[in-house]
């Protein structure tokens, strides 16, 4: 099955600066790749996802990035702001795409 | 949009008792998720419907726990009987199809005594 890691668990970075957070993923057949937001206690949310026929997409201050070589995928955050701050998992699809595999999650401060 | 409904949210029981998690997907979704959340393990994806009908449950613990899907508005996650290892926040997702993307509904937390 599939095999998602997350890079790194936690993240610290002053306001204003940019986070990157990096993903691997192990079935090559995989072709969609979310990303969900989770704040304390709450649920997680999508913020952006990547098809395997495009190499970046961005979304205002929001931009992931797919090497479908080397099998990675990357979110970048830039101009961070408090409320960024939350813990964010990447997810890769696989048995027949029906069902996604989540990373370990990164739990990103940002730093007033 | 009402969103994913889960039910209870909380919810606090003994050991040995019977667990019944609810969830009602959003109107026309055709995927339900059921998962698992806790800090030692993660988001565990549990078991998955297509169209009301199981399609992999490996991520299913033990013979403890099971899932329906009656109809596509509805499906329960049962354990029975409880331990207090199963305590975690459980997360119902639905999506148009698998390949689409899921949306959480706010978990059922739950604590076993």
């Known amino acids: 099955g599939e095999n998602v890691e997350q890079h790194p668990s936690t993240l610290s970075v002053q306001e204003g600066d940019s986070a990157v957070i990096k993903c691997t993923y192990s079935d090559s057949a995989s072709n969609y790749f979310p990303w969900y937001k989770q704040e304390l206690g709450k649920r997680p949310q999508l913020i952006i996802d990547i098809r395997s026929n495009v190499g970046e997409k961005k979304d205002q201050r929001i931009a992931v990035t797919l090497n479908k070589t080397a099998k990675h995928f990357s979110l970048h955050i830039t101009e961070t702001q408090p409320e960024d701050s939350a813990v964010y998992f990447c997810a890769a699809n696989s048995g027949g795409y029906q069902k996604v595999t989540f990373g370990t999650g990164t739990k990103l401060q940002v730093i007033p | 949009d009402a969103g994913v409904i889960q039910s209870p949210r909380h919810e606090v029981t003994e050991m040995g008792q019977e667990v019944t998690l609810r969830c009602k997907p959003i109107?026309?979704?055709?995927?339900l998720f059921w998962y698992r959340q806790t800090m030692m393990r993660g988001l565990e994806l549990l078991i998955y419907?297509?169209?009301?009908?199981?399609?992999?449950d490996s991520g299913m613990p033990e013979d403890r726990f099971s899932a329906k899907m009656p109809n596509a508005s509805f499906s329960t996650l049962k354990i029975q009987p409880s331990e207090p290892r199963d305590s975690a926040v459980y997360f119902c997702?639905?999506?148009?199809?698998?390949?689409?993307?899921?949306?959480f509904g706010d978990g059922t937390r739950l604590s076993i005594l």
């Open positions: 109107s026309g979704h055709n995927s």
């Open positions: 997702a639905s999506s148009l199809q698998g390949n689409q993307p899921q949306h």
């Open positions: 419907f297509n169209n009301n009908v199981p399609i992999d």
